[in-house]
């Protein structure tokens, strides 16, 4: 079956720790994202890459570092420096074609909670 | 400043009614618009509006595009229990990047 994992489910982290949260995806999609969603507010965009050994910026990328080593994978770090984690991550990925990007698909998310 | 503003921010109605939900835009180099439904967890996919005027149906929902008023509807008809979720809209902006800017999302709650 293809499509978007993403682990832990939940996660839970204690003060000054760092933790990563996995997503793959073996859709052979392109580009993919990491966006935060807070209660009651939209998704939010943490990085994105568009190839491998590439990626940009988002709107709210302080405090978390990505890698894309590989076209099926994109770790994000949440590290002790993001001050309120405490959210839900999602993953998302999608495919070039027609010379833009097309709908994205996104992954169950994990809960990161800070204790 | 990019944005996308969705109305109302949560809805009540109860099953066999009729829903319309309201986006607008105001997002550099747009280029379409898509809605998602996101239940429990990962939003999926309903619709992507690329152009203006041309009407997007699966089964009891729809959406419109305008982009003279730079705004979408998604419409629900015979609205059910199931339909209860948060419908998030989001414009894609940034030339060929295809980042997205998404709204608040609407919460809609069916009730039998």
């Known amino acids: 079956d293809g499509g978007i994992t993403q682990s832990p489910k939940y996660l839970f982290r204690k003060e000054g720790q760092n933790v990563t949260l996995s997503c793959e995806q073996n859709l052979n999609h392109d580009a993919m994202y990491w966006y935060r969603q807070d209660p009651g507010q939209g998704l939010r965009l943490i990085y994105y890459?568009?190839?491998?050994?590439?990626?940009q910026k988002g709107d709210i990328a302080e405090g978390y570092s990505v890698s894309r080593e590989k076209k099926e994978s994109f770790p994000l770090t949440v590290t002790s420096a993001q001050k309120n984690p405490t959210a839900f991550y999602l993953c998302?990925?999608?495919?070039?074609?027609?010379?833009?990007?097309?709908?994205?698909?996104f992954g169950p998310g994990t809960r990161l909670t800070v204790l | 400043e990019d944005k996308v503003v969705q109305s109302p921010l949560s809805l009540v109605v109860h099953e066999g009614d009729t829903v319309t939900l309201n986006c607008s835009y105001e997002v550099t180099n747009f280029r379409s618009l898509l809605w998602y439904k996101q239940e429990k967890k990962a939003p999926t996919f309903l619709f992507m509006l690329t152009s203006s005027g041309i009407e997007k149906k699966s089964g009891r929902l729809s959406s419109i595009l305008d982009k003279k008023e730079l705004s979408s509807i998604l419409n629900i008809t015979a609205t059910q229990t199931g339909d209860s979720a948060i419908y998030l809209c989001?414009?894609?902006?940034?030339?060929?990047?295809?980042?997205?800017?998404f709204g608040k999302g609407t919460k809609l709650s069916v009730k039998p």
């Open positions: 989001a414009g894609i902006y940034g030339g060929s990047q295809g980042n997205l800017i």
């Open positions: 998302a990925s999608s495919i070039f074609l027609g010379g833009s990007y097309n709908e994205q698909f």
């Open positions: 890459s568009q190839i491998v050994n590439d990626f």
